[in-house]
């Protein structure tokens, strides 16, 4: 069952979570490979896509935000556009468009970042919007420090983490045809550190010492959490990789989540969310489809689940209820 583990550095300004998932995971690549229309995803896709919802899942649960975390990559190469998308209560679903072939070894920037159009972006969709109110959105290149192209996620990811709350972080990814899993570890604000008013000279160098001592902690485990292979990451349990990599230090461990309450596969589209996207065509765009093909047909692209409007539906959608000849309401 998919997995995530919270713990804390006893007495250290640092943090990590491991996530594994592994039934959400298969049912998302299940899905995917029962669509006739697109079959199943290309490895790199699948791995791409993996590493995503993993790394989607530890940021959702690293913040205390009402809303769900919407991870996205807009590609310039075969793959146009991968999301992964987790709400707070860890429900997860994700989807790649794939277009023409690719490489069995593709790399990052083989299968999104080939004209250096690419880009990554991180949503933050508040759950009960205020009138007006837009979602909170950050844009990271897919490019390094020195302007070489990122090949690793986890790159861009720590990028975006360093940026936007301003706190180290190390991120360790991989994903295969049955695991995608993540190691997050993160140096919280040391107590004060931000708080730099009315320090006397004596106080300041205290509190950069302390900073200083802290920081060499959080390397240290860094550097521990950074051997850790892809290998170990996809196929050890939890309790053996903490184990392996943190054996000298301290960790006060949470009550891992699973099941309902840990990562888990849902879907939020509707036939409701579907009729209104119909109605974002137009009566004419939509009626010379029903001309056309005699129904409207719309696939999930998460779920695969498929919707399917016939005239009368269509007729409905575009009939506002004020306008509904008596009885109209009894035709189902
Ligand atoms: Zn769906």
């Not at 137009?282 to 498929?306: P, Y």
Request: with cysteine.
């Amino acid at each position: 069952m998919s997995e995530l583990h919270k713990f804390l550095f006893d007495g250290l300004p640092v943090r990590g979570m491991i996530v594994r998932l592994t039934d959400a995971w298969q049912e998302i690549l299940a899905r995917r490979a029962s669509n006739t229309a697109t079959g199943a995803y290309p490895a790199p896709v699948a791995e791409l896509l993996g590493e995503m919802t993993a790394a989607a899942t530890l940021m959702q649960a690293n913040i205390k935000f009402n809303g769900a975390l919407i991870l996205q990559i807009f590609g310039d190469g075969p793959v146009k556009i991968a999301v992964a998308e987790v709400k707070p209560d860890l429900s997860l679903r994700a989807t790649a468009k794939v277009v023409g072939e690719l490489a069995a070894d593709a790399r990052l920037p083989d299968m999104v970042n080939v004209k250096n159009k690419g880009r990554c972006a991180i949503t933050l969709d508040p759950k009960d919007k205020l009138p007006g109110q837009q979602p909170y959105q950050g844009v990271v290149p897919l490019f390094g420090d020195r302007g070489e192209k990122l090949d690793k996620l986890s790159d861009v990811l720590q990028h975006y983490m360093l940026q936007s709350e301003q706190l180290d972080t190390t991120l360790v990814l991989a994903a295969d045809d049955k695991v995608a899993a993540g190691l997050l570890i993160q140096r919280l604000p040391v107590k004060g550190e931000a708080n730099l008013e009315g320090t006397s000279r004596s106080d300041h160098d205290q509190s950069n010492e302390d900073e200083i001592g802290r920081n060499e902690d959080y390397n240290r485990i860094t550097i521990l959490a950074s051997s850790l292979t892809r290998d170990e990451l996809l196929t050890l349990d939890v309790d053996t990789i903490l184990r392996r990599l943190f054996w000298e230090e301290k960790l006060l461990r949470f009550e891992p989540q699973s099941g309902l309450l840990g990562p888990h596969f849902a879907c939020t589209c509707g036939r409701t969310r579907v009729a209104n996207m119909i109605r974002g065509l137009g009566v004419e765009e939509a009626e010379s489809i029903l001309a056309e093909r005699g129904d409207i047909e719309v696939g999930c692209d998460f779920c695969g689940k498929q919707y399917r409007f016939d005239a009368v539906d269509a007729a409905q959608i575009f009939t506002a209820p004020g306008d509904q000849m008596p009885g109209t309401a009894l035709v189902q």
